[in-house]
């Protein structure tokens, strides 16, 4: 497996499964009004959105991540039956990473109550989480990735890249 094929496959697992989830535990809280980058400057949320919330957002954002993609390939017949499989297997990613994010506080509030030792280990269930949707989506995207055209491929090997 090349290099780029690699960066591609880990692009869309990242977009997918292994994005950090927790970056309101690094940051002090903000004061009421004032608003807060999300980890990665992919977005904006409110200071008084819940970290349960947050998490959940982030997977939301990954998804529609992976239907853009999934549209900009302009696949043929033959490729959305894999497409179907790779959906499919971030589909079931999610919804193991929604069952971290629901052990999460519920309210924005909580989130100050939370330990070090809490987030620890919620950022280790989440990444236990990650990883086996990796494992788990790897092979479904590398039999996409093969029946992809070479024009697909460099198109997912660098999704932002501007013509």
Request: some cysteine.
């Amino acid at each position: 497996m090349n290099k780029s094929m690699l960066f591609g496959a880990a692009m869309i697992a990242a977009a997918a499964v292994a994005v950090p989830v927790i970056a309101w535990s690094d940051t002090p809280a903000p004061t009421p009004g004032q608003e807060h980058h999300e980890h990665g400057g992919h977005g904006r949320w409110a200071a008084n959105v819940s970290p349960q919330q947050a998490c959940v957002d982030r997977i939301a954002k990954r998804a529609g991540f992976v239907a853009f993609i999934g549209a900009k390939l302009n696949l043929t017949d033959a490729q959305k039956p894999l497409w179907e499989k790779v959906v499919a297997a971030t589909q079931a990613a999610q919804a193991s990473e929604r069952q971290v994010c629901a052990a999460l506080p519920a309210s924005a509030d909580d989130k100050a109550k939370q330990t070090v030792i809490d987030r620890l280990n919620h950022r280790q269930q989440m990444m236990q989480a990650q990883l086996q949707a990796m494992q788990q989506t790897t092979p479904v995207f590398q039999a996409l990735y093969q029946a992809l055209t070479p024009e697909q491929k460099a198109m997912l090997d660098h999704p932002h890249h501007r013509a």
